[in-house]
């Protein structure tokens, strides 16, 4: 059978057409010599995804969105394409996240582990959403925002407040003693160089002060060294003992024991005594005043003169 020209041009310009069906179709994402699943997700907020966005398991692109429609009630209704040699469980979670800071959004499928019942094409999955990088930088830097905010207005506030304060009177009180605190620097400084000059001139009698206090220092060691070595213990005991014959002494004194005691206590024997140092009083007394009553010295032979008493006999008046 002899294939004629007609024939040739119309199956070149079927394959053709195919080619070029198949081909936008691969464009557009979709391989039509593979099997693939649709399944559908809502979502109130597609924030950004776009067709032909990946949808991914586990980080694999798995298949891609397909399309999104607007629904009435203004949810977005989201078509995935995924390959049919993944089975995917019911009710999975169909997650809207962002890969990086720069892009757009993708989905991520996460499998529901708890079923064995596969979904098929045509059901729903449950819509997730998961805040990106910059979602979750903005979430942490609002509430740093609101209190720099609360800052830049107390900061404010107190500005305002230190204005009014400041008032002119005030700031010419500021200034003077600003100034008088730079004549009070000057002075201080004035002084640590007549102070610095002083010492200079006097560093040698200063060094002098220094190596006799070293000395003072080293004879003080000594010094306390001789009196560690020193007996002060036995010394002490010693004084003790002395201390307690005393006070064995005092008491015998006040009890009326011993010489020292009966001369303390005993009445008859003050009255005697005080009476002979009395006689010895008068004796001496006469002795004064008649000498030669005791003292007679005679070539002659002369007689002893009479005694007579003296004048001022102050125990006979008695």
Known sequence: MKITREIKTAILVIASILLFIWGYSFLKGRDLLSNYHKYYVKYSNVDGLASSSPVVINGLVVGKVNSIELQKDWTSLVELQINGDYKIPKNSVAELYSPGPIGGKQIAILPNTETNEIAVSGDFFQSGNKLGLTEEVSNQIKPIKEKLDKVLENANTMLVNVNQVLDEKTKQNLRSSLENLNATLAEFKQASTTVNQMLAENKTKIATTVSNFDKTSANLKTMSDSLAKANIGQTVRNLEKTLASVDK????????????????????????????????????????????????????????????APINDTLNKK
């Open 249 to 308: 002494i005092m008491a015998d004194m006040e009890a009326g024991k011993g010489t020292l005691g009966k001369l303390a206590k005993d009445d008859a024997l003050y009255t005697n005594f005080a009476k002979s140092a009395k006689e010895l009083e008068l004796l001496l007394q006469d002795l004064r005043l008649n000498p030669t009553r005791y003292v007679n010295v005679s070539l002659f032979g002369k007689k002893n003169k009479p005694y007579k």
